[in-house]
């Protein structure tokens, strides 16, 4: 599995991007905007392709899911703490950790968890420079959750974690942070299976 998730801020183009990326084979797209209101989301959902629309996991406006055909969420660490996914047994959840011992205590309610940093972050300096998640990978023991691997992924390193008993990759700076985005994902994809 391939997951994109978007960058905080909107960027040029970037529903048009989403669309062709759907059409290249994307699994999964995470829209994390924090920092647009209600309207806004629905407006960026509204230029996604309503055929992707159950492809699509939100981080925030929640309530969206019903206006659109959106049955997937995911819950930060502390959202997670705090129990806020206990009132959405409905729908199927995502959450984040960063070490192994948290993602082998997750509960089955849980369809995936994201584990960063893998690599150095390409988004976030310096984030991920000393992370030993990868070694740390050999300790899981939850079968039950996927587990998806985030933090300096792309398409010259996306074949070491799939070499590594992990379910999934998501791509964020790779993705956003390159001119040719589309090209990218293909190498991803095409990287990551061969």
Same mark, same amino acid.
């Given at each position: 599995? !391939? ?7 909107? !960027? ?80 199927? !959840? ?101």
């Amino acid at each position: 599995m !391939i997951i994109v998730i978007t960058p905080e801020e909107l !960027i040029q183009n970037e529903t048009a991007i989403i669309n062709e990326l759907f059409q290249e084979g994307l699994d999964l797209l995470h829209v994390r905007k924090p920092f647009i209101n209600a309207e806004e989301m629905r407006d960026f959902i509204q230029k996604i392709n309503s055929e992707f629309h159950s492809q699509l996991v939100l981080h925030s406006h929640y309530d969206l899911t019903k206006e659109f055909k959106i049955s997937r969420l995911h819950f930060r660490e502390i959202d997670r703490q705090n129990g806020l996914f206990q009132s959405f047994t409905d729908k199927v !959840i995502s959450t984040s950790v960063h070490d192994i011992e948290t993602f082998n205590e997750l509960g089955v309610e849980w369809e995936y968890s994201f584990i960063s940093p893998v690599f150095p972050s390409i988004s976030k300096k310096g984030y991920g420079e000393n992370s030993d998640i990868l070694n740390e990978i050999k300790r899981r023991d939850d079968s039950n959750v996927k587990l998806i691997a985030l933090g300096g992924i792309n398409e010259n390193n996306i074949h070491e974690v799939f070499n590594n008993n992990i379910d999934g990759a998501a791509l964020l700076g790779a993705i956003w942070e390159s001119e040719q985005s589309l090209n990218v994902f293909k190498k991803c994809r095409q990287n990551a299976f061969s």
